[in-house]
């Protein structure tokens, strides 16, 4: 009897179904897309560069002086196409969120 319900057993194990389910089979590439992390590095050094900017513009005149800089060299600076888009998408956050 000992053996018959071992036998049953091992036939069950062999019958019964896998323990996980089968996942469909998905896409996953082993390289992640480098364009957009550098797309996210370069706006991500925009703002910081803005933001530098906007602290320098903060500065009395003196203080902007003695680092070498002018206000209207600053301005200039934020006035770059680049820096503009990040303006734009600055305030469409701000405006929507």
């Known amino acids: 009897m000992y053996q018959s319900s071992k036998e049953q057993r091992r036939k069950s194990r062999r019958e019964s179904p896998p323990l996980s389910p089968q ?11 480098l364009w957009l992390f550098a797309g996210i590095a370069r706006v991500l050094q925009r703002w910081k560069k803005r933001r530098a900017i906007k602290a320098l513009l903060k500065r009395d005149d003196h203080m902007l ?29 701000t405006v929507d969120g």
């Open 23 to 33: 996942v469909a089979r998905l896409y996953m590439p082993a390289m992640p897309p």
């Open 65 to 93: 002086q003695d680092l070498g800089y002018s206000r209207g060299e600053l301005r200039r600076e934020l006035d770059e196409p680049g820096m503009r888009a990040c303006a734009r998408a600055n305030a469409s956050r």
